[in-house]
Antibody
């Protein structure tokens, strides 16, 4: 069974840095692109694609809103996906989901999400 | 960037009724469109991928149709557990984008 478990969220001051991790199990990690999607807190908030990475890790893609501040990477030996976030802003406050899939396959399995709150 | 517009924003229906949710793309996405269901406090769940293919374990009352720029998610007869938010998403072009969502609420 596919499992994705995010960790690393929390309260961080504006301008700070945080690294999210996503532990993957139940599938051959290197065979799949992976994606980060976020959702601002509150009713009626939508989903925003943040970043994607190829199965090999050789290709990474970012939303304009995070380009230059966020870096996605993966450790295939430990089946772990990372999102390094720096220069965090209040509008980065969201639940961050780790998701299997991307441009080559649908977003078929989602983690439970980890909340990042950027506030002084 | 491909913009996905979902309508209506809210659909008020009773259990047993049918629902039709629309997703319109600002340019063609071919059949690279998916639908997700999200309940409060939960992660989204994939319902439909590639416009019309049901994901594993999804009941047959959910169906997807369309191609190019116009897509529909149909729920043939609403069960109590179907009252939730629904999002469409395209993976034809970067960046991947989501629609703003349709909330299906109990009338």
């Amino acid at each position: 069974e596919v499992h994705l478990v995010e960790s690393g969220g929390g309260l961080i001051q504006p301008g700070g840095s945080l690294r999210l991790s996503c532990a993957a199990s139940g599938f051959t990690f290197s065979n799949y692109a992976m994606t980060w999607v976020r959702q601002a807190p509150g009713p009626g908030k939508g989903l925003e694609w943040v970043s994607g990475i190829s199965g090999s890790g050789g290709g990474t893609f970012y939303a304009d809103s995070v380009k230059g501040r966020f870096t996605t990477s993966r450790d295939t030996s430990n089946n772990t996906l990372f999102l390094q976030m720096k220069s965090l802003r209040a509008d980065d406050t969201a639940v961050y989901y780790c998701v299997r899939g991307g441009w080559s396959s649908p977003l078929d399995y989602w983690g439970q999400g980890t909340l990042v709150t950027v506030s002084s | 960037e491909i913009v996905l517009t979902q309508s209506p924003a809210t659909l008020s229906l009773s259990p047993g009724e049918g629902a039709a949710l629309s997703c319109r793309a600002s340019q063609s996405v071919g059949s690279s469109l998916a639908w997700y269901q999200q309940k409060p406090g939960q992660a989204p769940r994939l319902l439909i991928h590639d416009a019309s293919s049901r994901a594993t374990g999804i009941p047959a009352r959910f169906s997807g149709s369309g191609s190019g720029t116009d897509f529909t998610l149909t729920i043939s007869s609403l069960e109590p557990e179907d009252f939730a938010a629904y999002f469409c998403q395209q993976r034809r072009n970067w960046p991947l984008t989501f629609g703003g969502g349709t909330k299906v609420e109990i009338k």
